[in-house]
């Protein structure tokens, strides 16, 4: 008897293989050109490490070994005070990952996830949409496009948008009457392993939380 195999999600990785693909080019290309002068080695190996580091970065990050995306996930989701009800909105969501653990979470809500889906991320509605449906929750997730810069929802949900260095963000949202508020660094959590705690990489990813 034939079993047909549950299509999975795609939630893409925050390391899109095109930023590996460049370092590896260089490495090669300088190894090449070794044989014209020995030190050529030296940019060599240095590309190819890169792109090497940048490949362990991408595994630990992706749902089919390190699982970290979906842990950082579940961080947000752990410490986010909210009930359920009503609507969510979560900003930047490439794949649609947060936004349809949300749903899952919360099976009364409604969620919605934006994105800018540039050419430069390994992302799209399209993709968003079908993880929808695969997941089962299609019928409380929807999608649409928009920059952070200038976001469609400003009738829907309360927005502001904050730049800065964790604690002048801290000093803003307790002016806005926000008790508790707390900045929760991502590279402390034990699900991170220590060659992504660079800074470049986790290393000063957080999340801020607080209660009205």
């Given amino acids: 008897m034939s079993h047909q195999m549950r299509e999975n999600p795609d939630y893409g990785n925050w ?3 095109r930023i590996i693909y460049l370092p590896l080019t260089l490495g090669l290309v300088f190894l090449a050109a070794s044989v014209i002068s020995f030190f050529l080695l030296v940019p060599a190996a240095f590309f190819i490490l890169v ?4 490949s362990y970065v991408r595994l ?3 749902s089919r070994e390190g699982h970290v995306q979906e842990s950082v996930w579940k ?3 752990e410490h986010l005070d909210w009930n359920g009800e009503g609507r969510a909105l979560d900003i930047g969501c490439g794949n649609g990952g947060l936004t349809i653990k ?10 919605v996830g934006s994105d800018y889906w540039g050419k430069k991320w390994e992302y799209s509605m399209n993709v968003c949409e079908r993880n929808a449906v695969i997941e089962g929750v299609s019928d409380r997730v929807t999608f649409q496009q928009g920059s952070a810069a200038s976001l469609p929802f400003q009738d829907e949900f309360l927005i502001k948008k904050m730049y800065g260095d964790p604690e002048e963000l801290l000093t803003a949202i307790r002016s806005w009457g926000t008790v508790k508020v707390e900045f929760i660094q991502t590279r402390n ?6 060659l992504l705690k660079a800074p470049f990489i986790l290393g000063t990813m957080g999340l801020i939380r607080g209660e009205k």
Avoid at 51 to 54: C, D, E, N
């Fill in 60 to 62: 630990q990050l992706s």
């Fill in 189 to 194: 959590s034990p699900f991170v392993p220590r």
């Fill in 15 to 17: 390391v899109p293989k």
């Fill in 75 to 77: 961080l947000v989701i």
């Fill in 51 to 54: 792109a090497a580091y940048l």
């Fill in 102 to 111: 949300l749903a899952q979470k919360y099976g009364g809500a409604e969620v």
